[in-house]
């Protein structure tokens, strides 16, 4: 299933896509899609509704991030290996941990808002899953059964604010805008192999990513069970996986995004992104 949440921000309504890609309203089945809705068996109460039969929306509305009540975003960094070169880090022994503010979620195609005082402002595009079920101390081999399916994320940063303005990595990653999240919330069952992914961004039409998970360093179910070590994972959590070469920061000279940029981002499976960077003042 794909599932999507469409409407005014902090309005959304819960939605499906049909075979043709158009959104049918789950509304008068289901008010939102949320955490309790992700679990094994609230999913196959969804799988078993002919779509069909569900009322269309017509026109084009906006789309929302695919998943309401997000408790946290755990980000892992430096997970492709010629990502971590092209910033000048060592590889990690260890996945690398960092948490985006939940205040930085926003749909596929709203815009990406260029935080004030930025003059590093860069991309990242990203595979995450999005958890079905909590997870505390779980083995790698059943991470998947607390895996509910899978998004695309945007993990956009301000490379000034996270490694010049002391402290962590937390706060050059979550400005306003800088987590959108979406168009889809595709089912665990319709990705049959998270680490065969291709993934790409551009920007004004430049393509700049143009990866693959099967290069991650650790896997999506490793990362799982890893950070299950540390805290629970919560129904609804959404956890991304870092990001391949190919960040603004990296090259050579590096490119950094600005007031008037369009960018756009995508996953085999999962959906793209477009967003047009606009200035704080201009939101």
């Not at 939102?32 to 969804?46: A, C, G, K, R, W």
């Not at 069909?52 to 430096?78: A, F, H, N, Q, Y």
């Not at 941990?97 to 004030?116: E, H, N, Q, R, V």
């Amino acid at each position: 299933m794909k599932l999507v949440r469409y409407g005014k921000e902090g309005a959304e309504k819960p939605g499906i896509l049909d075979t043709e890609g158009n959104i049918r309203d789950l509304s008068g089945t289901i008010d939102d899609i949320t955490p309790d809705v992700l679990s094994p068996e609230s999913l196959d109460q969804l799988r078993a509704i002919d779509p069909e039969i569900l009322p269309i929306v017509s026109g084009t509305p906006r789309l929302g991030c695919p998943v309401g009540g997000i408790r946290k975003i755990p980000c892992i960094g430096r997970n492709y290996a010629e990502h971590a070169a092209e910033m000048g880090t060592e590889l990690p022994k260890e996945p690398t941990l960092f948490i985006k503010a939940t205040s930085a979620i926003s749909g596929p195609y709203d815009p990406l808002i260029a935080p004030k005082g930025h003059t590093e402002l860069d991309w990242e595009v990203e595979l995450a899953c999005v958890m079905g079920t909590d997870a505390l101390y779980i083995a790698e081999k059943d991470a998947p059964n607390h895996v509910a399916g899978y998004v695309l994320m945007n993990d956009v940063s301000e490379r000034v604010f996270q490694r010049k303005r002391g402290g962590n990595t937390t706060k050059g990653k979550s400005c306003d805008t800088f987590g959108p999240i979406g168009p889809w919330l595709v089912t665990a069952d319709e990705v049959p192999d998270p680490q065969n992914l291709r993934l790409w961004t551009e920007v004004n039409g430049v393509r700049y990513q143009d990866g693959n998970t099967k290069d991650m360093i650790f896997s999506m179910m490793y990362i799982v069970s890893y950070l299950s070590q540390f805290m629970t994972l919560q129904a609804g959590d959404v956890v991304s996986t870092g990001s391949p070469h190919g960040s603004g920061g990296g090259l050579k000279p590096p490119v950094f995004l600005k007031e008037g940029d369009i960018i756009e981002l995508g996953i085999d499976g999962l959906g793209s992104q477009r967003h047009e960077v606009i200035a704080w003042n201009a939101a």
